[in-house]
T-cell receptor, first 112, second 112 residues
Framework: SQKIEQNSEALNIQEGKTATLTCNYT??????LQWYRQDPGRGPVFLLL?????KEKRKERLKVTFDTTLKQSLFHITASQPADSATYLC???????????FGQGTELSVKP | DADVTQTPRNRITKTGKRIMLECSQT?????MYWYRQDPGLGLRLIYY???????NKGEISDGYSVSRQAQAKFSLSLESAIPNQTALYFC???????????FGSGTRLTVV
């Protein structure tokens, strides 16, 4: 069956460092991969999308890579800030606007 | 006003009771989804609808039903609630021309 795995352990880093979160998947050939941010008690918020034919995507301090051979995406936050502390979810999809399969999320804590 | 509104925000109900969770959106999106979120399990898809006349089961539809009353409204019902349906429930919308989901703020349901 399709499976998505994100870092199960919470990630604790110092302010100013780069946070790197991992998303691995099996038994799936997604057309694209998305990353979301979720704050406690709130719904996830869409951050970035990367398509299967793209290797890397950037948006401000965020960078996402997508390796369809390794079946892995890496999500980087450079110059991290305490305000970046949240849970980050990856999600895979086949069709534009279609249903998504989500990973369980990785909790990121950025200490001042 | 929020783009995707879920009611109620919190609900405690007894085992065996019927309960309805409601979702309405002002995004004008044609696609709507219901997910539940449990600690360590991430978001799991319950039902989804690509237009008013289209209803599809997700990976965990047993014990749930839905109704798409209008393009903007999608409700989730638990016909006879049981304790393992205690979870955080999210409604989300998307558009066939875009990729990212817009989520509501969630309904925290406790079945005692």
């Amino acid at each position: 069956s399709q499976k998505i795995e994100q870092n199960s352990e919470a990630l604790n880093i110092q302010e100013g460092k780069t946070a790197t979160l991992t998303c691995n998947y099996t038994n799936y050939s997604p057309a694209y991969l998305q990353w979301y941010r979720q704050d406690p008690g709130r719904g996830p918020v869409f951050l970035l999308l990367i398509r299967e034919n793209e290797k890397e995507k950037r948006k401000e301090r965020l960078k996402v890579t997508f390796d369809t051979t390794l079946k892995q995406s890496l999500f980087h936050i450079t110059a991290s800030q305490p305000a970046d502390s949240a849970t980050y979810l990856c999600a895979l999809g086949h069709n534009q606007g279609g249903k998504l399969i989500f990973g369980q999320g990785t909790e990121l804590s950025v200490k001042p | 006003d929020a783009d995707v509104t879920q009611t109620p925000r919190n609900r405690i109900t007894k085992t065996g009771k019927r309960i309805m969770l409601e979702c309405s959106q002002t995004k004008g999106h044609d696609r709507m989804y219901w997910y539940r979120q449990d600690p360590g399990l991430g978001l799991r898809l319950i039902y989804y609808s690509f237009d008013v006349k289209d209803i599809n089961k997700g990976e965990i539809s047993d014990g749930y039903s839905v109704s798409r009353q209008a393009q903007a409204k999608f409700s989730l019902s638990l016909e006879s609630a049981i304790p393992n349906q205690t979870a955080l429930y999210f409604c989300a919308t998307s558009d066939q021309h875009s990729y990212g989901y817009t989520f509501g703020s969630g309904t925290r349901l406790t079945v005692v």
